[in-house]
């Protein structure tokens, strides 16, 4: 039986355009300034960098390090209120989350850094529907990539494998990985052809368990 839905935050229930502003926009235009470049050559500089690193690695989401590696003197907290503007919400996600959390317990396992989780939270206003908020990178210092983290995550909320669902835009960090451990997995994937383990919209979940 299932108790517990796991969700992945960015693509999966907001649409991912907050994080690209200030991965790919803020960083950038700070980095152009600090060394008197184009705003273009900077964000090819800074691409560049990003994929040295890749999306596997624990570092990629650190913006403490990243800041630091690129000399940019700004605060965190700056950076990131400059663009909490550009957090939406994905269309129905506020529908499902509302309708699930009547039946389950609905937590947040993202590898996004706690300071972008909280903010997007906050200012979508669904902090109080997760009992529990748990960031891979910054609370476990793992990328969901591991099979450990989806076993931690069991441990840590007290369920086994087989009484939670996890669901999250990415195929691998959010389904191939969390199926290797016994725990039923969906594909968010909105664009993309439904199948047992892809849902196009959040509100099919309702109709899966």
Same mark, same amino acid.
């Given at each position: 039986?299932?108790?517990?839905?796991?969700?992945?935050?960015?693509?999966?229930?907001?649409?991912?355009?907050?994080?690209?502003?200030?991965?790919?926009?803020?960083? =950038?235009?700070?980095?152009?300034?600090? %060394?008197?470049?184009?705003?273009?050559?900077?964000? #090819?500089?800074? &691409? #560049?960098?990003?994929?040295?690193?890749?999306?596997?690695?624990?570092?990629?989401?650190?913006?403490?390090?990243?800041?630091?590696?690129?000399?940019? @003197?700004? =605060?965190?907290?700056?950076?990131?209120?400059?663009?909490?503007?550009? /957090?939406?919400?994905? =269309?129905?996600?506020?529908?499902?989350?509302?309708?699930?959390?009547?039946? %389950?317990?609905?937590?947040?396992?993202?590898?996004?850094?706690? /300071?972008?989780?909280?903010?997007?939270?906050?200012?979508?206003?669904?902090?109080?529907?997760?009992?529990?908020?748990?960031?891979?990178?910054?609370?476990?210092?793992?990328?969901? &990539?591991?099979?450990?983290?989806?076993? +931690?995550?069991?441990?840590?909320?007290?369920?086994?494998?087989?009484?939670?669902? @996890?669901?999250?835009?990415?195929?691998?960090?959010?389904?191939?990985?969390?199926?290797?451990?016994?725990?039923?997995?969906? @594909?968010?994937?909105?664009?993309?052809?439904?199948?047992? +383990?892809?849902?196009?919209?959040? +509100?099919?979940?309702?109709?899966?368990?």
């Amino acid at each position: 039986m299932k108790k517990v839905i796991s969700f992945d935050l960015d693509g999966t229930i907001v649409d991912g355009v907050y994080g690209n502003m200030v991965w790919l926009e803020g960083v =950038p235009a700070r980095y152009a300034r600090r %060394y008197s470049m184009p705003l273009e050559d900077a964000k #090819k500089a800074v &691409k #560049k960098e990003y994929d040295s690193i890749g999306e596997a690695h624990l570092l990629w989401y650190d913006i403490d390090y990243w800041l630091k590696r690129f000399d940019l @003197h700004v =605060p965190i907290p700056e950076l990131l209120d400059c663009y909490i503007d550009h /957090i939406q919400l994905l =269309p129905f996600a506020l529908d499902a989350i509302c309708a699930l959390k009547e039946r %389950y317990t609905l937590v947040i396992a993202s590898n996004a850094a706690r /300071i972008f989780v909280e903010k997007e939270l906050a200012h979508t206003g669904l902090a109080p529907a997760f009992s529990r908020v748990i960031s891979a990178t910054s609370d476990f210092r793992m990328v969901k &990539k591991q099979e450990a983290f989806f076993l +931690r995550l069991c441990s840590t909320l007290g369920v086994s494998p087989a009484e939670i669902v @996890h669901v999250g835009d990415h195929a691998v960090f959010d389904v191939e990985v969390p199926l290797s451990v016994g725990i039923d997995a969906y @594909h968010y994937n909105p664009g993309g052809e439904g199948n047992g +383990r892809t849902i196009q919209d959040l +509100r099919g979940l309702l109709d899966l368990i």
